[in-house]
């Protein structure tokens, strides 16, 4: 194995965590700063985390698409309209998520390329 290979190796062993943690760490965020009664129309939180997990392991950055689910069942108030900006705000999470897993592999490839990791391009690392 080259250099490298084993970089390759090693950014993709570190995204993963990155991928699962992110949205847990979130999700438990967003759920402190809500309401008590607002909170109790979420899922219990072993539930919330084995559908992260699922989400995860099923679709690539599907961790970020569980951001969307949370926010339906925990918007403020019924209704389509209060419904259609809880989508819209899972969705945006879902996006920043995914930015910053996407801006962590690029920092991550431009720092290998300017130590000058033989065999190693730019977009080699990209997704």
């Known amino acids: 194995m080259q250099t490298a290979d084993i970089l390759e190796m090693v950014f993709v062993v570190s995204t993963i965590p990155l991928t699962l943690a992110l949205p847990i760490w979130l999700q438990r965020a967003l759920l402190r700063r809500m309401t008590p009664a607002?909170?109790?129309?979420?899922?219990?939180?072993?539930?919330?985390?084995a559908r992260t997990y699922l989400c995860a392991t099923s679709v690539p950055l599907g961790a970020a698409l569980s951001m969307i689910p949370l926010c339906w069942v925990t918007r403020k108030q019924r209704g389509p309209l209060h419904g259609a900006l809880a989508v819209?705000?899972?969705?945006?999470?879902?996006?920043?998520?995914?930015?910053?897993?996407?801006?962590?592999?690029?920092?991550?490839?431009?720092?290998?390329?300017?130590?000058?990791?033989?065999?190693?391009?730019?977009?080699?690392?990209g997704r």
Do not use: D, K, M
Request: hydrophobic share 60%; no cysteine.
């Open 38 to 49: 607002r909170r109790s129309r979420a899922w219990p939180e072993n539930e919330q985390l």
């Open 88 to 125: 819209v705000l899972g969705v945006l999470w879902a996006a920043l998520i995914v930015a910053t897993i996407e801006f962590y592999g690029f920092v991550w490839s431009v720092v290998l390329h300017l130590l000058g990791v033989p065999g190693l391009e730019l977009a080699h690392l």
